[in-house]
């Protein structure tokens, strides 16, 4: 099970930190990712971070704005987003692959079997 929170409202500029909780498996042993989906658009890839934490990958529209992280002791993952723009508002989903971890487009979001229940953000003067 993953379990989203941290979204609100903020103000371009502004940043916010997501959560993703995680419950029911290994959670060191797998990579977990993060998703976006505006209305009207299909789901995004924004973040990826492997088992032990040694490989992140970033969407290019989100590079040097959102860092993403991983304590394992907590199974937790966070996804730190400073510079927030209009078009980072969305619904924001944490998920995890079948596989601990992937080859190829991590970003993808066919290739992942489990999702959280999503974490609204909305970034608006």
């Known amino acids: 099970q993953l379990q989203a929170s941290g979204g609100g409202m903020a103000q371009p500029g502004g940043s916010l930190r997501l959560s993703c909780v995680a419950s029911?498996?290994?959670?060191?042993?797998?990579?977990i990712a993060w998703f976006r989906q505006a209305p009207g658009k299909e789901r995004e890839g924004v973040a990826y971070?492997?088992?032990?934490?040694?490989?992140?990958n970033y969407a290019e529209s989100v590079k040097g704005r959102f860092t993403i992280s991983r304590h394992n002791a907590r199974n937790t993952v966070y996804l730190q987003m400073n510079s927030l723009k209009p078009d980072d508002t969305g619904t924001y989903y944490c998920?995890?692959?079948?596989?601990?971890?992937?080859?190829?487009?991590?970003?993808?979001?066919?290739?992942?079997?489990?999702w959280g229940q999503g974490t609204q953000v909305t970034v608006s003067s």
């Open positions: 029911g498996f290994h959670f060191s042993n797998y990579a």
């Open positions: 971070i492997t088992g032990p934490g040694s490989t992140i």
């Open positions: 998920a995890r692959p079948s596989a601990n971890q992937l080859a190829g487009n991590r970003l993808s979001a066919g290739r992942y079997a489990f």
